[in-house]
């Protein structure tokens, strides 16, 4: 169109939009006028005025009719049609609360749900990782299939081979983990920290936020180390001072220069779900190509075109190599997978199953809103035959319904998205750390424009998905039929009743299968909780105070130390039991390799591991681990006594089937000396309450105070005392003894244990939770639809009562009804929950995905609602009064 | 309710815009005159001339203005505007070359 045509035609437009009551005004005047003269003109003609009148009209066809094809002219009608329909749509909202109510709060529900969840998914796997080019980027762990181990840390002779005689990556970096304690100038503290080759963060395209990263030169061992502050170490213990590159800091006793500050939103995605978020990072790496301790993590970047299986493949080929040199490699071969698949690791399952379940959710508040949309479209059957008869299109009406369902649809999302912020941080209060860790945002409960985007998505398809059936059903035009039957409730047609049928039956159906999977969760917490996990998790607090510094260079200060604390500790009131550990259960397993005196020297790739945990005289007596055979340790296992280990049952038996383990021999790598088991201790989930059970090795704090030190400290209390209300009288009599000694993890073995089911207990509360509001909704569903067929069907039923029907077939005729379609959505349901339970078969724990009891019982439960829903109406259609039934209407 | 589907479509609105082209007239005298110079035989009824003349004002072709008319009645009165003369120009060239290309073939001989 030409810019000279909008000069006359703008002006036009916006007249029609602002003033359209002049223009409709108008519009009237000119027919009138036309009606005027034509009436005057078949008078003159010799017609009596009525007549003429009656012509005149004729002649213009439908008067109101014609008036709408001039309206359609003005191009602004879609804007105008839909202010009216919008003000017309609140109105009837307002009129029915009920409906309204119902409407807006299921949906904003379901959106909220689904949006939460949305946030989620989105923050753990569809967000772009912060990196540089993140899709090339790969983490390097390493697996042992002939044995059953994966998500294995790699050693320094790996590393080092697989980036020198590989082709596949542009650079490879590693780090490991381990705890810094920071002394000097204020409180002592701890914190995760990981030491890091200079490539690290270069190769992650991430710069420092001040100062800089390391230098190849500081990745040898030998020179002075430095280290980078993390953004909150820097503002919390440093108060964001400018000054604090270049000065010295001290860590673990040794004097460290602060070279840079990494930036406040630093992504941890990097490295492995299961690590804590450092507070600095640590140079002097100082690889050398002969160790073979598996403490690292690798993070390469894959040259352009080089995909995870050729690099996979080179690896392999060099390990191959590397194992004929180094036996403890044997059967080791290098895990590769992308930093997606690394940072979502365990998440994913359960995020797609609830993704899957608010999806669900969703599509039930749809089909129930249809469900209501269409029993009040007949009820509205009068109205659209009357509008129709007026000039209005079918397609105007289907137009204005769709409009009247985004009105609930727009404040049921607006609400949803609302409700949504309080659902995130509902979530991240249930979350286990992995996901918070990959979700920071969620805690905050702040949506970000792709969410809020899904969130607009999911409501115009929602709009559409419940409003256009009901509106298309409910503008058919009927005019003749509706009009004849005139004031009477018009019976709906046997489509319109199949179509309802149908909602009701995909609503019980897919009710079921949340039910189902709700039901398969709380079976899978109930065995969580009630495995026996090998000791007594009930009033045991928990504690790390790792020792160092000058102080405690010496094995013996340490060891005299944790002996001062325990008998402190032990003599505070309410306290039954102390001991120390490097370990504790639950927290996780680190294998060992060790051999027996029977089998010195096990072919290579089958020498047996076991968790290594060094523990203080009353360790069994506190955690109430029994001991099966032998006896425990005690004050006299000292350097000079002969060396002594207690294994567990699970030990024995694997290294010394149907033998007695006491006396046996065995030891923990190639020239440590021997020792005679003295005990044989329960088994213990080492690995958390889902995992399984592995050998262990209990070795005494009083015959290697050298090795590694303990770090935990154990407390049992009493019955009668919570292990909580001690926490600061036991951190008291630890810094009585020295102040400097950092004190974390403080939690009770009880909170450990619940920790490692997080995300089942999330993943159980979620489903519970979306499985009540299913069944909230498929019962309101078929009561409905049965009430309202039951009203329409007042008379009929009316007559077979005056013919003598009595009220209990009554009652069964119009319960039968209703049965029939739940009975069939729980068959459909059953199908379809058989087969897509299977896909949770990772969350599950000790249940089958087609666990029998689960099926049974969720199935029934909806069964009987359904039919409670059913009664209702049923038992209202027997109390129907035959004579006021036909005298109705 | 009929629609002009006996008029070539496109030429009602292109007798309409020769009909204003002559003088400004109230939609009554233009249903009169329409009848009047096509003898009855264009049949255009009045149910669909207002939405026609509405049309043609919306697009911008001609344009309406309330006057008085003779017999002192408030009319609305329309009247072409330029770019509606020019409209009319090409869809008089139009239907001039339709028509006597559809008049040659129909005075082919029969051989």
Redesign the interface.
């Known amino acids: 169109m030409r810019p000279?045509?909008w000069?006359?035609?703008i002006p036009?437009?916006l007249r029609s939009l602002f003033r359209r009551a002049q223009a409709d005004q108008?519009?009237d005047?000119?027919?009138r006028?036309?009606l005027?003269?034509?009436t005057e003109q078949y008078v003159a003609k010799g017609m009596a005025p009525g007549e003429a009148q009656r012509r005149a009209r004729l002649?213009?066809?439908?008067i109101e009719?014609?008036k709408e094809?001039?309206r359609?002219?003005?191009?602004v009608n879609r804007i105008q049609d839909l202010m009216q329909d919008l003000h017309f749509g609140l109105r009837l909202l307002r009129k029915n609360p009920g409906f309204t109510s119902i409407a807006v709060l299921t949906l904003a529900l379901a959106i909220g749900a689904n949006t939460a969840i949305f946030s989620a998914v989105y923050a753990v796997l569809i967000k772009p990782l912060p990196f540089k080019n993140a899709d090339r980027l790969v983490f390097i762990l390493k697996k042992n299939v002939p044995r059953g181990w994966s998500r294995n840390p790699i050693s320094p002779a790996e590393i080092l081979a697989w980036r020198n005689q590989t082709e596949a990556f542009d650079d490879f970096a590693a780090y490991t983990e381990s705890s810094c304690v920071l002394t000097g100038a204020g409180e002592a503290e701890e914190d995760p920290c990981e030491t890091i080759t200079s490539n690290l963060f270069p190769l992650l395209g991430v710069a420092p936020y001040r100062g800089r990263s390391f230098t190849s030169e500081e990745d040898k061992a030998g020179v002075q180390p430095a280290v980078i502050l993390s953004y909150g170490l820097w503002q919390r213990r440093f108060g964001g001072e400018e000054n604090v590159i270049g000065r010295s800091i001290t860590l673990n006793g040794v004097s460290h220069t602060v070279v840079g500050v990494m930036p406040a939103n630093l992504s941890h995605l990097y490295a492995s779900p299961y690590g804590s978020v450092p507070g600095m990072w640590v140079s002097g790496m100082g690889l050398a190509a002969e160790h073979t301790s598996n403490d690292y993590f690798g993070i390469a970047r894959l040259k352009p075109g080089a995909t995870l299986a050729q690099a996979s493949m080179q690896m392999d080929t060099v390990s191959m190599g590397l194992e004929k040199v180094y036996p403890d490699l044997h059967g080791w071969r290098a895990q590769v997978m992308s930093f997606r698949t690394n940072s979502s690791a365990d998440m994913r399952p359960a995020l797609l199953v609830l993704i899957a379940a608010t999806t669900f959710v969703l599509l039930i508040a749809c089909a129930n809103i249809a469900n209501l949309l269409l029993a009040r479209g007949a009820g509205r059957a009068n109205e659209f035959a009357i509008r129709n008869a007026l000039g209005a299109s079918q397609g105007r009406l289907v137009w204005q319904l769709l409009t009247e369902s985004g009105v609930v649809c727009f404040a049921g999302g607006i609400i949803g998205v609302l409700l949504a912020s309080g659902l995130c941080k509902g979530l991240a209060a249930l979350a286990p750390d992995t996901l918070l860790r990959a979700a920071p945002d969620l805690a905050a409960g702040t949506a970000n424009v792709r969410v809020l985007g899904f969130a607009m998505l999911t409501l115009i398809a929602t709009t559409f998905l419940f409003g256009l059936a009901p509106a298309l059903q409910s503008a058919k035009p009927k005019v003749i039929e509706t009009l004849k039957e005139a004031g009477r409730s018009s019976l709906q047609s046997p489509q319109s009743r199949r179509f309802r049928s149908a909602l009701v039956v995909s609503e019980i159906a897919l009710a079921l299968v949340l039910l189902v999977g709700a039901g398969l969760m709380v079976r899978t917490l109930a065995e969580l909780i009630h495995v026996n996990l090998g000791f007594n998790p009930k009033n045991i607090l928990t504690l790390r105070a790792p020792l160092s510094g000058d102080r405690y260079k010496e094995p013996r200060s340490r060891a005299q130390t944790w002996e001062h604390v325990v008998a402190r500790v032990e003599a505070l009131p309410g306290v039954e039991a102390a001991s120390v550990s490097r370990g504790l259960p639950i927290t996780g397993w680190s294998g060992q390799y060790f051999t027996t005196a029977d089998n010195p020297i096990p072919p290579a790739g089958q020498v047996p591991v076991a968790n290594y945990v060094i523990v203080g005289p009353d360790y069994f007596r506190t955690m109430q681990i029994p001991l099966r055979r032998g006896r425990g340790f005690n004050d006299h296992d000292t350097q000079s006594a002969e060396r002594v280990v207690i294994v567990n049952e699970k030990l024995a038996r694997t290294s010394w089937p149907g033998q007695d383990p006491l006396g046996k021999q065995l030891r923990v790598g190639d020239d440590a000396p021997w020792l005679s088991v003295i005990g044989v201790a329960g088994d213990v989930l080492s690995q958390g309450a889902d995992g399984r059970i592995h050998s262990e090795i209990y070795v005494p704090v009083g015959q290697y105070p050298w090795l590694q030190g303990p770090q935990h400290l154990v407390v049992r209390t009493s019955a009668s005392v919570k292990p909580e209300s001690l926490i600061r009288a036991v951190v008291e009599q630890i810094h009585r003894i020295d102040k400097d000694v950092p004190v974390t993890d403080v939690e009770t073995m009880e909170q450990i244990t619940l920790e490692s089911i997080a995300q089942q207990r999330m993943v159980m509360a979620l489903l519970v939770s979306f499985a009540g509001l299913a069944l909230g909704l498929s019962t309101l569903g078929i009561y409905s639809v049965l009430s309202y067929s039951t009203a329409q069907r007042t008379r009929e039923i009316g007559v077979r009562m005056a013919l003598g029907a009595e009220r209990g077939r009554v009652l069964r005729l119009v319960v039968g009804g209703g049965v029939g379609l739940a009975g069939l959505g729980l068959a459909i349901g059953i199908a379809a929950a058989l087969l897509l339970t299977r896909l949770m078969t990772d969350l599950l724990y000790g249940v089958p995905a087609t666990d029998p009891l689960t099926f049974v019982g969720v199935s029934a439960v909806l069964g009987a609602s359904s039919i409670l829903a059913c009664y209702v109406p049923a038992r209202r259609a027997t109390k129907i009064d035959p004579m006021v039934a036909l005298r109705y209407e | 309710m009929s629609k002009p589907s006996d008029l070539v479509q496109g030429t009602l609105d292109m007798l309409l815009l020769k009909i204003l082209a002559l003088e400004p007239m109230n939609g009554f005298a233009v249903s009169q005159r329409l009848k009047q110079v096509s003898g009855d035989v264009l049949q255009v009824s009045d149910g669909s001339l207002y939405p026609a003349l509405h049309k043609l004002e919306q697009e911008g072709w001609i344009t309406a203005e309330w006057k008085t008319s003779e017999y002192g009645r408030r009319a609305k009165y329309y009247s072409l505007t330029r770019l509606g003369r020019r409209q009319l120009e090409k869809e008089a060239d139009n239907w001039g070359r339709l028509s006597s290309a559809i008049s040659r073939v129909i005075k082919i001989k029969e051989a």
């Open positions: 000279e045509h000069l006359f035609t036009l437009r108008e519009l005047d000119e027919l006028d036309h005027e003269q034509a002649d213009l066809g439908g009719q014609t094809q001039c359609d002219t003005r191009r």
